[in-house]
């Protein structure tokens, strides 16, 4: 292998909510060019967000912290604060042309305090395209706009560009999967979800619009090949959160926090290898700044994957990355007087410990107000309705209140279903886990384990307030639509 010399191109591909590429075995979608990419380079299998909704989780991205340090960009559909240094920004004074396409940061208000661009780069979404018939596909040419993007580059200059591809969100068009000639009887059906025919296609649309999202990927690389700089790219490949199912986006359970993520640099990293390190999404931006050569950030409390990418080994290849941790304050509206819903985690190797601090409250959402932090689906409808009928078994996994703690072992349970946390043989390892959470908690000032947890309340939401606490108790609530 032939190092260059020259500072390395950055290609950063994120899906909005998927949990599935075809590379991990999923029988159902087919995405060759994550695959491709996880082939010439690493496939992580313990990659995880730091809170499984689109804006927290793209700001811990882009800044490289912990999701409860991030004042208001801890919520969802939040005023991004200036204070925090941003990678894209980091690179842009490097020397890079930084750039993004489709979803960058969002949702949300990057301008109300003083930002000039969204915290993602400077926007190329100009070029745009007929998607296919009776989908909802977007009419976004993300290749297009990486071509525009790339015309604007100096000759030499390395670049920055993420590609934020707007699927597999929801909504769908009921049949999307089915008509492109995907089979239900491919579907390997989660045990949290009903097992029938409006499940199965469920899964197949958004299969579906994960493979869209996985071909402009492959157009991507396709450009750099041609302009010759294919070999010179970092390239990640990752989501922002689980798919948009019940008892997965926006909750607080492996399925959620667990992400695809395959990362390929062809002229550094030795490729065809599987990580079972456990890696975070605040180790991304440590990762581009020392693969640019600059330093580390004081702000980022993330671990550069550089040295793990360029290892040339298997499995569990450094020792200290060996927990994670994940947490959420308000997501969607639709709570008790719009409160938050604060949760903190840690996951270890085996372990996952989860600490509900509000257990009284209903972790999708409130009943009056549809369980607004669940996107509306034929899916939900359909538990919805089972519940409706005294079938609860599927309602009580995606909208019942949790209890104050919860523990999982992985390995044995990874789907989350069986909760160690009362079981007397647990109580030890519970509380480890427990000390060592609230002792990162404590370290990193989390205003919710130190007292000061409803300032999270405080926040400013700036997304539709019609399905809201306020508007139901004014009478101008409305459900949310799919």
Known sequence: MVLSTKKPNILFAIADDASHMSA????????????LVAKEGVLFNCA????PKCAPSRASIVTGMHTWQLEEACNHFNVFPSKFALYPDLLEEAGYLVGFTGKGWSPGDWKRNGLKRNPAGTEYNNMWLDPPAETRITKNDYAANFEEFLSHRNEEQPFCFWYGGREPHRPYISGEGIRAGKKLEDVDVPPYLPDNDIVRSDLLD???????????????MAKLDEIGELDNTLIIVTSDNGMPFPRVKGQMVDPDFRLPFAACWKGAVPGGRISD??????????????????????QMKGKSLVGLLKSGKFGVIDKERNRV????????????????????CVRMERYLYIRNFKPDMWPAGNPETGFTNVDSSPTKDLILQQHEEGKDHYYNLAFGKNPSEQMYDIKEDPYCLDNLADKPEYLKLKQFLWDDLSGLLRDTCDPRFLGDGDIFDRYEYVGDADHSWKALQEGRWKKQNY
């Open 206 to 220: 958004y299969a579906y619009e994960i493979e869209w999202f996985d071909k402009h990927l492959g157009l991507m």
């Open 325 to 344: 941790y994940m947490g959420r304050e308000r997501h969607d509206l639709g709570y008790e007087n719009d409160w938050a819903y604060p949760v903190r």
């Open 277 to 298: 390190d456990l890696i975070s999404f605040i180790d991304i931006a440590p990762t581009f700044l020392e693969a640019a050569g600059l330093s580390i950030h004081p």
């Open 48 to 51: 995880y967000t730091t809170n």
């Open 24 to 35: 991990y075995g999923h029988r159902f979608v087919c995405t060759p060019n994550f695959d």
